[in-house]
């Protein structure tokens, strides 16, 4: 090979691995998070804690952001909606994407479907190219019945890359599983 075909191979290469993670950080693992004993045994917005073996106040606790994330997300899963909004409250990085989404996806579930939407727009302020929170605030349009604004969103997702992601995928699913746009 020349040198132009091996810079250009490492180009796209490179290119493509960038836009493979680009995606990764805007959308959560589509699987389930595993119950650990934060979902088990942990009550009020406490945490299982491996290194002292026992549960403990999450805003009280040194744990870091990651595992905090990890456990709010496990009890939103869980249905444990108000314990997943508490342990979101201890995270340092209160104005990221991933957890402002996620307190729009626990308010929303909790019955609290206006301050839900909140967080998520707050959630797209701070990275509009957040496809997780592009995709619940869809699905939260779909039980509004407000479709087309459920539909722009799945065009959102679409446009900036998201077409083989969970997101696009459970938005769509929302919508019917049909592509009308």
């Known amino acids: 090979m020349n040198r132009k075909a091996i810079l250009f191979t490492l180009a796209a290469f490179l290119a493509s691995a960038m836009g493979h993670a680009a995606l990764a950080v805007g959308e959560d693992n589509s699987e389930p998070p595993k119950k650990t004993k934060t979902t088990t045994q942990c009550k009020n917005g406490q945490v299982w804690d491996a290194k002292r073996n026992r549960c403990v106040e999450a805003k009280r606790s040194d744990l870091g952001d990651d595992i905090l994330f990890d456990a709010a997300r496990e009890l939103a899963y ?8 508490k342990v979101l409250g201890a995270m340092k990085e209160q104005q990221s994407a991933r957890v402002l989404n996620y307190l729009g996806y626990a308010n929303r579930k909790a ?4 301050l839900g939407m909140q967080y998520y727009r707050s959630a797209l302020q701070a990275d ?3 496809i997780l929170a592009r995709s619940y605030m869809g699905q939260a349009f779909v039980e509004q019945g407000r479709i087309e604004e459920a539909k722009v969103q799945l065009i959102e997702i679409r446009d900036r890359g998201g077409e083989n992601t969970w ?15």
């Open 167 to 181: 997101a696009y995928q459970a938005l769509l699913q929302s919508l019917g599983g049909v592509r009308t746009y």
């Open 78 to 85: 869980a249905g444990q909606y108000e314990n997943a909004i």
């Open 111 to 114: 019955g609290r479907m206006e």
């Open 128 to 130: 509009e190219n957040y």
